[in-house]
């Protein structure tokens, strides 16, 4: 049985104080097809461009398009890992009134902060009743998709973002095991820098991968709980566990290949594919990513210090009221919502389905692999929190004040700066004092 929590205390906490009243659209429903029988298209946004992502993705709405031949859902996807792109392009329009019938956002802040708390979406009660989604998805995945008690996304899956993932050859022909603390991996990265592998490959040609491993090095030093409290005010940004864990970072950051900031997440990921690194640090589609490359020599493990906490996120679907096409999106919302749709979808993404009644054999050729498995057992026992850099546990704004100091870091700032910024960023959020 899933645990009946939350994600974050402090998600849910801001989210009862800031959600504003719930929206109901004013917009037209655009008529089905044209006289000629030409199917009606209907605009998705998301940015999975990337194999694993996409290909999942395209199965869902393939599916959807031939059983509804009076409408054609098409995928705009702009590229850009995590929405570094797709996210500003996104609330532009639907603040403008010109929104996509439908988008990917994480659950959490981005999703509540962003659009319900503005008033911008449509409530989705009667989607989440006629499917019976309030008893398949577990209460800690429905408190952060609702506010106010009514529901404003759909979650495709759940990931899990503090993974390690290795080339299994070269860790095993170095005689190495993948490193379960920071102090193990300095001495495992030390070994494979002496025979001219980098030990982690990093793409953060979009900051927010970089982002990642400090989250999980501050999850190592501060623990479960400590780490959520970073999010609620309860733990001091200024503590000495946090400036430990800055050194940690700032040493890690010493074993990365040097073009990393030119490389893309998928890119980083293809290092280890290749032999060129051994070891990254990245959220579970790097799963779905070496699937669809057909490359089995990876294992995975929790990030260094991470073991028993999972670090989760989600990434959801909403109805925007000014939607065009709402009938058509609702009804593929009930699909990509439903254990059909979740096992079409997740196996390729490298995720595990967020519908408790999905997991089973998929309903396409595609099998969950053994690390999606792994992930679905470790989902129900391991402790949750969420993540920083994917939406679900600071408000978009604190987000990109953080990502404004880690830029600065990793062009060659020191750990105090970056430390003194982490507790203004904190301050001007409105959460320390
Ligand atoms: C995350 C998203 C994932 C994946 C990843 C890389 O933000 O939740 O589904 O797309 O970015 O782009």
């Known amino acids: 049985m899933l645990r009946a929590r939350s994600w974050s205390r402090g998600t849910v906490g801001l989210i009862t104080v800031l959600i504003a009243s719930a929206c109901s659209s004013g917009a037209t429903t655009a008529p089905q097809s044209d006289a000629a029988g030409t199917p009606t298209k209907v ?35 702009i590229a850009g890992g995590a929405g570094s792109n797709a996210q500003a392009v996104l609330e532009n329009r639907v603040r403008a009134g010109d929104p996509p019938d439908s988008f990917q956002v994480h659950m959490g802040h981005e999703l509540l902060d962003t659009y319900v708390t503005p008033g911008l979406m449509d409530n989705l009660d009667d989607i989440y009743q006629a499917n019976g989604w309030t008893t398949q998805f577990p209460r800690g995945v429905l408190q952060i998709v609702s506010a106010n008690g009514h529901y404003y996304s759909v979650p495709a899956d759940i990931h899990r973002a503090n993974v390690l993932w290795f080339n299994r050859t070269l860790l095993s022909d170095n005689h190495l095991e993948p490193p379960a603390t920071w102090q193990d991996f300095f001495t495992v990265a030390d070994a494979l820098k002496a025979v001219g592998v980098t030990p982690l490959a990093v793409g953060d040609s979009g900051i927010w991968a970089n982002g990642m491993i400090l989250e999980t090095i501050l999850i190592g030093a501060l623990g479960a709980e400590g780490f959520e409290g970073l999010w609620t005010g309860a733990t001091d940004w200024r503590s000495s566990k946090v400036t430990d864990a800055l050194d940690t970072y700032r040493k890690v950051l010493t074993y990365v290949n040097p073009d990393h900031a030119t490389l893309s997440w998928d890119l980083a990921a293809d290092r280890l594919i290749s032999g060129q690194a051994a070891m990254t640090i990245m959220g579970d589609w ?78 396409d050729g595609q099998q969950y692999t053994d690390y999606q498995k792994a992930a679905m057992a470790e989902w129900k026992t391991d402790t949750i929190v969420p993540s920083m850099e994917h939406g679900a546990a600071a408000a978009p704004a604190w987000k990109a004040a953080i990502e404004q100091a880690l830029g600065r870091f990793v062009a060659g700032g020191d750990v105090a700066t970056l430390q003194a910024s982490l507790v203004q960023a904190c301050k001007d959020a409105g959460v320390c004092k």
Request: zero cysteines; aromatic letters at 14%; hydrophobic letters at 35%.
């Open 286 to 363: 790097a799963n779905g990513e070496f699937t669809n490359k057909r490359f089995t020599d990876y294992g995975w493990a929790a990030a260094p210090g991470n073991g028993g906490i999972y670090q989760a996120l989600a990434d959801s679907f909403g109805i925007p009221s000014k939607a065009q096409h709402k009938d058509a999106i609702s009804k593929f919302l009930a699909l990509l919502g439903s254990a059909q749709g979740q096992d079409l979808f997740n196996p390729y993404k490298g995720s595990i389905p967020a519908n408790t009644t999905a997991g089973n054999p998929p309903a």
């Open 43 to 77: 605009e998705v946004v998301s940015w999975w461009t990337t194999g694993g992502e996409a290909t999942g993705f395209n199965k869902i709405v393939d599916l959807f398009n031939s059983r509804n031949p009076q409408w054609q859902v098409y995928t705009n996807a």
